[in-house]
């Protein structure tokens, strides 16, 4: 159950359009409800903010329209993660209010507009790297946050990336998505104030070793500032650099105190 949810029932208690019994039963599966197959968070919204989301990747195609079925009697804005077509048509009977991003393999189920705040970038590498740094994107999109996509800047050509500098010193936070030898990530990190995420994706020949060396070589940045997540992990990386964005934001506009 979602923060307004719970509002709106305790307001309907206070003013007695639900009695107590009515707002007990529809509290009972707090703090978490038990499928047989998933134990479904229901209070990880009340707690962290987000709702729990969906790693469709393992799970049958029945076990996922069940836990769909199920979050959606407490949750809008539901993320399903590592979606093929063949899932989003399945979710799709269960909730027909979602969509589909087809290069990040995100499901957005009952999505509800958000004011998105902050300015949190994402830059790639290389075209090929794109499903991972849209995995991020959407997913920073749909936790709320002002989004700015700067894609195929790889060191190859840095001319490309140096183009766009202004554009990244505007940044609450860089999400930066390379495979190869993933030196992107440092370069960033040592023309931003920012915090950097890095994300090694398994992109590149033999010896990147499905994304080892990125992810060595991101690991042992010599800029300051660059951390780091697993191969691959877009989803990740957006939820992280939500949290940095929107804590930024927040702070942005608190008014401060006249100096002395």
């Known amino acids: ?60 195609i029945d076990q996922i329209q069940g836990i769909v079925r199920h979050m959606i009697e407490h949750h809008d804005n539901i ?36 004011d998105p705040v902050g300015h949190l970038a994402v830059i790639s590498a290389g ?32 001319h490309r990336l140096l183009a766009v500098c202004d554009e990244l010193f505007r940044a609450h936070v860089a999400v930066v998505v390379a495979g190869m030898e993933g030196a992107l990530a440092g370069v960033v990190g040592g023309l931003v104030s920012c915090p950097v995420i890095a994300v090694p994706t398994s992109v590149g020949y033999g010896a990147s070793f499905g994304g080892l060396a990125a992810l060595l070589g991101m690991l042992n940045s010599c800029a300051a500032g660059v951390s780091v997540v697993n191969i691959d992990n877009g989803f990740g990386a957006g939820y992280q650099a939500s949290l940095i964005n929107r804590m930024a934001a927040r702070a942005a506009a608190v008014p401060r105190e006249p100096e002395a």
Request: with cysteine; proline share 5%; glycine share 6%.
């Open 79 to 114: 993320l399903a993660t590592r979606a093929t077509p063949a899932v989003y048509e399945a979710v799709r009977e269960v909730a027909a209010d979602s969509t589909y991003h087809q290069p990040a393999r995100i499901i957005r189920i009952r999505p509800r507009p958000i």
């Open 1 to 60: 159950m979602d923060r307004d949810r719970l509002k709106q029932l305790l307001e309907q208690v206070k003013t007695g359009q639900v009695d107590l019994e009515q707002a007990l039963d529809r509290l009972r599966s707090l703090p978490f409800e038990n499928l047989g197959y998933a134990r479904l968070d229901c209070h990880r919204q009340l707690r962290n903010g987000v709702a729990e989301v969906i790693y469709c990747e393992g799970k049958t």
């Open 127 to 158: 075209t090929a790297d794109l499903p991972v740094a849209e995995e991020a994107a959407v997913t920073a999109e749909a936790l709320g946050n002002r989004v700015h996509r700067v894609y195929d800047v790889g060191v190859a050509g840095i």
